[in-house]
């Protein structure tokens, strides 16, 4: 079985100034780790996963993450953030021999202010 | 295209009626999944069909009903549901359930029992 963590339940920032977004996991085998976005009244839309290979992952809109597999941590970060990256960001972590079975945190909202 | 769509995008039903909710995608993939998602919470996985068959049943109460008639459509038969079902119904699909392709998410239908 599987966890995911997610540090900061809110996060408020402002427009241009960088970001990182906590996620923590816990797991007894190798797993893949995804970042989700949820816009409000939207359905979930990937950002990035990790499958495998380096551990800087790009992924949309110019976010990325690095996975840490001392710390056990896959934090997401942008450099810059516009007002439109305002929603609720998703960690998520599925083990290998399951894969089509995702355990979610619960969730960041982010808010960016002008 | 890559598009997941769901309707109804709204349904409001009392404790005795009976409705359904329907998912569909023209990506050729395989694998269909649904999801609960509660205000402020990461979405439950319900169902997961592989190859038009039931896979994965996250234990759901009988009172929801899958249904995969065929490879792009996805049915949820909902009856004598309870207010607590009251939640966003998320349908989404990938490639296969094994590769860890991309799940693609639909914009969800927002259910109110009454």
């Known amino acids: 079985a599987q966890s995911v963590t997610q540090l900061d339940s809110q996060v408020p920032v402002f427009e241009e100034a960088p970001v990182e977004l906590r996620c923590n996991y816990s797991s007894s085998v190798s797993v893949y780790l995804f970042w989700y976005v949820q816009y409000p009244n939207q359905g979930l839309q990937l950002l990035l996963k990790?499958?495998?290979?380096?551990?800087l992952v790009k992924g949309i809109n110019g976010f990325e993450a690095e996975f840490n597999k001392s710390q056990t941590s896959f934090h997401l970060r942008k450099p810059s953030v516009h007002i439109s990256d305002t929603a609720e960001y998703f960690c998520a972590v599925s083990d290998r021999t399951n894969a089509g079975k995702s355990t979610f945190g619960d969730g960041t909202t982010l808010t960016v202010k002008p | 295209d890559t598009e997941v769509t769901q309707t109804p995008k709204h349904l409001v039903m009392g404790m005795t009626n009976k409705k359904s909710l329907k998912c569909e995608q023209h990506?050729?993939?395989?694998?269909m999944y649904w999801y609960k998602q509660k205000a402020k919470k990461p979405p439950e996985l319900m169902f997961v069909y592989s190859y038009e068959k039931l896979s994965i049943n996250e234990s759901v109460p009988s009172r929801f009903s899958p249904e995969c008639p065929n490879s792009s459509l996805l049915n949820l038969h909902l009856h004598a549901l309870q207010p607590e079902d009251s939640a966003l119904y998320l349908c989404a699909s990938s490639q296969d359930r094994v590769s860890l392709e991309t799940q693609y998410f639909g914009p969800g239908t927002r259910l109110l029992v009454l």
């Open positions: 990790y499958l495998s290979g380096s551990t």
């Open positions: 990506m050729g993939h395989r694998a």
